[in-house]
């Protein structure tokens, strides 16, 4: 009988050992697949997004490390201070196809925790690759509207442009120098919607946008000489303060310019909106640059119609427009979108004594580079 019992025993112990082996490689094969590391003395500095920790591996001598966490990422990581069981999904700076699963044990106040887990988790790329094409696809049915507000702007050019060589050719004695500028406009507005064009193309295909940034204040220049014709014939006058001011942003030229663009002609309409209301005084559009805390501030202020109620929060949403004939709603939704994505931010605020402002703000850096997009 004791026998037996030994024999049972010593069944039951070999089980036991045959499943800790068994445990034993699953965590060896988990740790080798999805880069599972054991943590303790887990720190995040919410100001620099870097996680700092000690790895905890059995039979290892306790090495401190860190890891830099995607900047938006960090807000949501900075938002669980306090919270003392944490399960997040993180991506890593600079390296978008790899996130991390991020487990938080007994938090210590703030952002400091006792222990936990990280595991490194990679899609197979043609996983990724065909989600994001499907998500481009999905993206660019919304963007269809979007992309013909766009291109209205350097039709619009075209077509003032015609209009103008038409006149020329029936005057008795056409003005070579005018007629060759208008052909030079034409032909710099078809250049203007090919690269529109090309740019949705690019997305469509998943060619990443070009690094880089552009001077704001030339960016508004462009955006100004490409309305040029549309100030001329509604009387504006546009002034545009510190001209010459380097204010470089991580924005690419094209989107720049259109943000100027969409901006410029609300502007103009809440002028003429004013003017058809009895208003009889000069149109004045006032643009003014300033750099300052690490930051470029551009404000463009117009004497025109103003806020109606509430509309410096509704204006920015997407099919929104006062102008129910000829507005598609979109314009600003464009600039917040751009901006956004920039890290910068957009906003309508009431004139300080008459009509009313945009105030946009960017994170300065980028390079200074001019815009190889000439707008009329």
């Given amino acids: 009988m004791r026998q037996d019992v030994i024999h049972n025993l010593d069944v039951q112990l070999c089980a036991m050992r045959c499943e800790r ?13 999805l880069g599972v590391v054991l943590l303790h003395d887990i720190r995040f500095d919410t100001g620099t997004g870097t996680l700092q920790f000690a790895r905890a591996e059995a039979g290892e001598i306790p090495l401190p490390t860190r890891v830099q966490i995607h900047p938006e990422d960090a807000r949501q990581l900075a938002r669980l201070a306090e919270t003392s069981h944490v399960s997040i999904e993180l991506r890593l700076a600079g390296d978008q196809r790899t996130s991390v699963m991020l487990i938080l044990r007994e938090c210590q106040g703030g952002t400091r925790w006792t222990s936990g887990a990280m595991a490194r988790v990679r899609e197979p790329r043609h996983m990724v690759e065909a989600m994001c ?10 963007q269809a509207s979007t992309l013909g507000h766009e291109l209205r702007q350097p039709l619009f050019t075209i077509a003032m442009a015609n209009e103008n060589l038409r006149l ?3 005057a008795p004695e056409p003005s070579k120098c005018q007629m060759e500028q208008a052909i030079e406009r034409i032909a710099e507005q078809v250049a203007r919607a ?3 064009i090309a740019r949705t193309l690019s997305y ?9 940034g552009t001077d704001m204040a030339g960016a508004m220049r462009n955006a100004i000489k490409f309305l040029d014709g549309l100030f001329a014939m509604t009387g504006i006058v546009v002034e545009q303060r510190q001209p010459d001011l380097a204010a470089p942003a991580g924005l690419c030229p094209i989107e720049a310019e259109q943000v100027f663009v969409n901006v410029l002609r609300n502007a103009v309409d809440s002028i003429q909106a004013r003017r058809q209301a009895g208003w009889t005084g000069e149109g004045r559009i006032v643009v003014e640059f300033a ?8 404000v463009i202020a117009d004497n025109g119609a103003g806020l109606a109620q509430g509309a410096a929060q509704t204006v920015f949403r997407p099919f929104f427009t006062t102008k129910a004939k000829e507005g598609t709603g979109l314009g600003l939704y464009i600039c917040e ?4 994505a920039a890290e910068g931010t957009i906003h309508l605020l009431p004139g300080k004594v008459e ?13 200074t580079a001019c815009s190889d997009v000439v707008a009329c």
């Fill in 291 to 298: 750099v300052a805390d690490g930051e470029v501030r551009c």
């Fill in 194 to 196: 090919q690269t529109i």
């Fill in 133 to 142: 094409s499907r998500a481009r696809l999905a993206d660019l049915g919304t």
């Fill in 337 to 340: 979108q751009i901006l956004a």
């Fill in 355 to 367: 009509g009313a402002r945009v105030e946009i703000r960017l994170p300065l850096g980028g390079d």
């Fill in 21 to 33: 082996d068994e445990l034993r490689q699953i965590v060896t094969e988990l740790k080798a697949n």
């Fill in 204 to 212: 469509a295909k998943g060619a990443q946008a070009e690094a880089g």
């Fill in 168 to 170: 020329m050719l029936a």
